[in-house]
């Protein structure tokens, strides 16, 4: 798997600039760069063959994702995705487990029962995925539940800064989903979670979101002990 399975060429009906940087950064976020196989490297000759535009949007691109902390550019071997150690990543699961708590909290205060309803129905649709090992449908729909509970708090500044963080959490939770059967416990915790912000009951929907996410964590401090060995991409620009 590489980036190039990603894309597809570009209209020329865009702004080609910023268009170029969303496709490239959607692109990334759908790969599953925690899996040994994926080429984290990118190819800024193959990248405009691949989309059908020259070389210099690309390159624009490029910088952009690299500021966003997306992918690292090393002068003479080339740009590649970044791939979180293992210590990052924990801290960035323990972030978000704070983050979301906090937007539960809120949600029960600001949301409506339509907008619960909502969720609840949305949760239901999808939890038939990981009943049938859907996984990449489910781990999209579980991406955008936690999304949802972001948004429900009512709070723009602590969505804005969790959306930050979801740039990489959306590939750590898309191999995570995959593994010990957390498909089907998770779809047991969000509707305990759903259920929590129904009664309005803060506390009790803070600790479930708390305890679901930290899960996540003690999920992968256990079992992705050879994450440091899949190599960081000064590695393999070597």
């Not at 990118?42 to 997306?70: C, K, M, N, V, W």
């Not at 996984?135 to 429900?152: G, K, M, P, V, W």
Request: hydrophobic residues 40%; contains cysteine.
């Amino acid at each position: 798997m590489s980036i190039g399975d990603k894309l597809n060429p570009i209209s020329v009906n865009f702004t080609l600039k910023d268009h170029t940087f969303e496709v490239l950064r959607d692109a990334i976020l759908g790969m599953n760069i925690y899996q040994p196989e994926t080429n984290l490297r990118l190819d800024e000759r193959h990248l405009a063959e691949r989309l059908g535009i020259s070389r210099t949007p690309i390159r624009e691109a490029l910088a952009r994702l690299a500021q966003d902390g997306l992918v690292e550019i090393l002068p003479r071997k080339g740009v590649f995705v970044i791939r979180k150690s293992r210590t990052e990543i924990l801290e960035m699961v323990v972030t978000w487990a704070a983050l979301e708590s906090m937007a539960a909290r809120m949600a029960t205060e600001h949301a409506s029962d339509a907008d619960l309803k909502a969720l609840r129905l949305f949760a239901m649709k999808h939890s038939s995925d990981a009943v049938r090992a859907e996984l990449e449908e489910y781990s999209d729909a579980n991406i955008r539940f936690h999304q949802t509970i972001l948004e429900l708090s009512g709070c723009a500044l602590l969505k804005t800064t969790a959306d930050g963080l979801f740039m990489h959490m959306q590939a750590i939770r898309r191999r995570a989903m995959g593994e010990s059967d957390r498909a089907r416990r998770s779809v047991a915790d969000h509707m305990e979670i759903i259920e929590a912000l129904e009664i309005r009951d803060g506390d009790l929907a803070s600790r479930r979101v708390r305890e679901h996410t930290m899960r996540l964590h003690d999920h992968i401090h256990k079992t992705w002990t050879r994450l440091e060995n899949l190599g960081s991409a000064k590695t393999e620009a070597g």
